[in-house]
């Protein structure tokens, strides 16, 4: 959890005094040389020290309080708070401790993690960065801000993640620096041998030599960065020696004295990346583009590994054939729960996330290369440098709201995955802020708020981002609250807004029309899941979430468009092409937000490009991706009871008697589902469509919610069923024990078999043609992510993230 965990002696030694000079103000001189006062140094041998270590510099049994990340720049009541209330990770509480004593306790660890951006330095913060950039050849190697090379650690939060004395030593000793513990390099939560940023010299199994930075490294692994920006990510056998080079790669500082004064000003500064697009960055490549829409076999660059939406691989590896010899390869540890990522492999790195975090992974190993923590911008988190967000769309925990320290306050794992175009890879954030990231050092190129200033609503993002040509499209969660639902496109360099389709209408357009009331403005209609691209009709397909409210329609009369809708938009522009509505005027929360699966098929004689979607309301829909016409419609749940049919108009034939009522109404499917965001698939071989069914029934309230059915003689079930997309018949199904609420896995189709997760925790594979079971592996989870395949240096491995926050990664036995 903690860096002291590599068992390595700290070494943050004092740098001299030599720079007192530059520094102004008692207080800051004080902060930086702080040491306990003897109240607190009494108090803190007494009662901390045990596991704290005698300095408070970190013991065995827990971390440095003085030269760790965590702690830096928390103010007196972060520490008052978490002395009083302990931490689920073993810190125990110390309520009782006279208040003065604890007073005296954070008083000295406030002043002793007061970062450079606390200590208000002379200097000429421009100057600095003119030497920065020029003459001082700092961005040679360094980022600050999504200027500079990517050489060394991203420098964009330096000054709100080091002492002055911590930067002042990376000037003027780097070697010194490079080997203490609050060192850049791996700040995340798995095991790191040391800072990330060593030089290595590796001799290769061809005898040849790579030189380079050993970003990470096992007994059987080593992830190299050579200084041309590729990963080399080696396994045993690809090498036969590593030999460490002494010293650091940067040189030691050898301006003038005011040139020193100004550049730290300058690092002082920067406490993080601006909100705002990035000016000056260059385009993606025709070649980066086109890798996102026909990827190498290997890879997998988009939620659903290909743009179509379909999660359907034609890697041949793991087959009917082979299967029974799957095996797990690596495990890799995320500190949240719930994980709902798909994770995304390019080149053989892997990106996961959680909220405000994304973590790079060597995706043979499953090793970490650098992962990103947001430090969210206080006005989200309700208190200055939150670490990491809450739950689902809400604003993160304030930090001292006992939430504690370091990885634990970053709360769920409710966020999809993130988006890669060439060396920039994409993410959204519980606050609807669009991120992109540098592919090989995690620091931020460019951070925009997706919602314009001004407009209400508790907007959230934890869909993952399209990439279409170059551009990062992404939708915005919430819809369970009051906001007006939009999509929105922005250029993949600059973060700048190319186009934004609102989803629900302004007052005067014709669409609005289909709202008669009060509540238009915040009608709700979110985008939550990723959409689809077809380059063949240049069409974006994106879907539209359920109506606000969602049970009662009074102030929304009529359809309400384009609320429960498929969008066909062009990209280029921004333009609606054509919509299909699956529930107008919804009452149920009927979002569409399921996959929408582009294929080209025999469709009744005819090769077709269809559209699919098994649809939440219990329909599974054929769609012409052309013309938005509808081509079938049939039920794949037999508990269904709020439409008879859809018309030959393509609309809903409703049930009488069935619109929710003040006492309750029973409808089937249940409020979350004949099935949700879960992947589905479709196998082109074998021409069946794969989805994750529940059968399931509950009352439905007019604006009060809904509450379950319980029958005993008629439990709720999750059925895996195939469906053949001429008829909509099912052609297998496997019905699953368990409780159905808690699995939200969907299905990935690759060499004749679905895998997915099921209802008791057990991951498994199936032959796609019959549903016969050929292997499970059971990992005890209520599964809320859906698998996905890569392959590397000719490995293929299936991997799906489980909730309690475990990547998990299988292959067949290696060689
Ligand atoms: C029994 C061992 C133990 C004792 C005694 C103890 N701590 Fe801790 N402390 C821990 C552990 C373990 C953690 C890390 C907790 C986590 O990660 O959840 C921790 C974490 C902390 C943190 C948060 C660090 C961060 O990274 O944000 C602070 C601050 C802290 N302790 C202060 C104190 C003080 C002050 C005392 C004495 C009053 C004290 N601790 C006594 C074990 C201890
Ligand atoms: C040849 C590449 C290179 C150049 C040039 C370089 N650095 Fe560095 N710098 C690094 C590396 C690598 C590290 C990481 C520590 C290590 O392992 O040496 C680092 C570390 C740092 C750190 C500490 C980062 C942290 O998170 O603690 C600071 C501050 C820094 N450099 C500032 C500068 C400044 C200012 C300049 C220009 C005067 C500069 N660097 C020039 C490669 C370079």
């Known amino acids: 959890m903690y860096r002291i965990s590599n068992g ?299 743009v179509s939406g379909n999660r359907h691989s034609d890697l041949t590896q793991i087959t009917v054939q082979t299967v029974s010899r799957l095996q797990l390869a690596w495990t890799y540890v995320l500190p949240f729960t719930g994980l709902q990522v798909t994770p995304i492999v390019v080149g053989g790195v892997m990106y996961v996330t959680g909220s405000n975090a994304v973590c790079a992974l060597d995706a043979r190993a499953g090793r970490q290369l650098w992962c990103y923590t947001r430090t969210v911008p206080a006005a989200d988190a309700g208190g200055r440098g939150a670490r990491g967000g809450g739950a689902g769309n809400q604003p993160p925990p304030a930090v001292g709201g006992g939430g504690i320290a370091g990885f634990a306050a970053f709360g769920t794992g409710n966020q999809r995955g993130v988006a890669v175009l060439g060396d920039r890879v994409f993410f959204t954030t519980p606050d609807a802020h669009l991120i992109a990231l540098h592919r090989l050092t995690g620091g931020v190129l460019w951070d925009v708020a997706m919602v314009p200033a001004g407009v209400p609503g508790q907007y959230g993002g934890p869909g993952a981002p399209l990439v279409v040509g170059d551009l990062v499209v992404a939708g915005i969660a919430g819809g369970d609250s009051p906001l007006r639902g939009f999509l929105a496109a922005f250029r993949a360099q600059s973060g700048e807004l190319a186009w934004r389709f609102w989803t629900v209408p302004a007052r005067g357009e014709p669409a609005a029309a289909t709202w008669k009331g009060s509540i238009l403005e915040t009608g709700g209609a979110a985008t939550w899941l990723t959409g689809s691209f077809d380059a063949g009709t240049g069409l974006l397909y994106w879907t539209a979430g359920n109506p606000y409210p969602p049970t009662d329609g009074r102030e929304r009369e009529g359809d309400n468009l384009y609320s429960n809708s498929v969008l066909a938009i062009d990209p280029r522009t921004g333009q609606l092409k054509w919509h299909y509505q699956f529930s107008p005027h919804d009452l149920y929360d009927f979002d569409a937000t399921e996959p929408v699966l582009l294929v080209d098929a025999p469709f009744r004689g ?120 001429e008829t909509g018949n099912v052609a297998w199904e496997v019905p699953q024990v368990g409780i159905p609420e808690a699995n939200y896995s969907g299905v990935l189709s690759t060499g004749g078999l679905i895998f997915h997760g099921e209802n008791t925790g057990s991951f498994d594979a199936v032959d796609a043609r019959t549903g016969r079971s050929l292997w499970g592996f059971n990992a005890n989870q209520a599964w809320k992510a859906s698998p996905m395949t890569y392959a590397v240096e000719g490995r293929q491995f299936v991997a799906i993230a489980a909730s309690g926050g475990n990547i998990l990664a299988f292959a067949l036995p290696d060689r």
């Open 8 to 306: 390595r002696a700290p070494a943050l030694t004092a740098v001299g005094i030599t720079f007192a000079a530059l520094l102004v103000g008692v207080t800051a001189v004080r902060a930086w040389q702080a040491g306990p006062d003897s109240l607190a140094r009494e108090v803190f041998q007494r009662n901390c020290s045990g596991c704290h270590g005698a300095d408070g510099r970190g013991g065995e049994r827990a971390p440095s309080l003085v030269s760790n990340r965590t702690t830096r720049g928390r103010d007196e009541m972060y520490f008052r708070n978490v002395i009083r209330t302990g931490t689920p990770g073993g810190m125990p509480s110390f309520a009782a401790l006279p208040a003065e004593h604890i007073e005296a306790l954070s008083t000295w660890l406030r002043a002793a993690n007061a970062t450079a951006a606390d200590a208000h330095l002379f200097g000429d913060v421009a100057a600095g960065e003119q030497f920065f950039f020029g003459q001082g050849q700092c961005a040679t190697c360094h980022m600050v801000r999504g200027r500079g090379q990517p050489n060394g650690p991203d420098l964009s939060e330096i000054g709100s993640t080091a002492t002055v004395s911590e930067i002042q030593q990376a000037l003027s000793d780097p070697a010194a620096r490079a080997n203490s513990i609050s060192a850049p390099g791996c700040p995340g939560w798995a095991f790191c041998p040391d800072s990330g940023w060593n030089v290595v010299r590796v001799v290769l199994r061809d005898g040849s030599t790579v030189r380079g930075y050993a970003r990470n490294r096992g007994e059987r692994d080593l992830q190299l960065q050579t200084f041309d920006g590729q990963w080399h990510l080696l396994a045993q056998g690809d090498y036969t020696k590593v030999e460490r080079e002494a010293g650091s790669a940067m040189p030691a500082f050898h301006g003038s004295d005011p040139e020193r004064r100004d550049l730290l000003a300058f690092l002082a500064s920067l406490d993080g990346a601006r909100v705002g697009a990035l000016a000056g960055a260059a385009q993606p490549s025709p070649k980066e583009i086109a890798n996102v829409i026909t990827p190498r076999a290997e890879d997998w660059p988009t939620y659903n590994g290909r």
């Open 606 to 725: 005819q090769l077709r490009k269809l559209l699919l979607q098994a649809n939440r309301n219990g329909f599974f829909y054929v769609l012409d991706r052309v013309t938005g016409e509808l081509l079938l419609a049939k039920p794949f749940v037999k508990k269904l009871t709020w439409a008879k049919g859809i018309g030959p108009d393509g609309r809903p034939q409703l049930a009488p008697d069935t619109a929710p009522s003040a006492g309750g109404v029973l409808v089937c499917p249940q409020v979350r589902g004949a099935t949700n965001w879960y992947s589905t698939a479709y196998d082109p071989t074998i021409r069946l469509f794969y989805v994750q069914a529940v059968e399931d029934c509950g009352y439905y309230r007019q604006g009060r919610g809904y509450f379950p059915y319980s029958n005993p003689a008629d439990p709720p079930t999750k059925v895996l069923r195939a469906i053949d997309i």
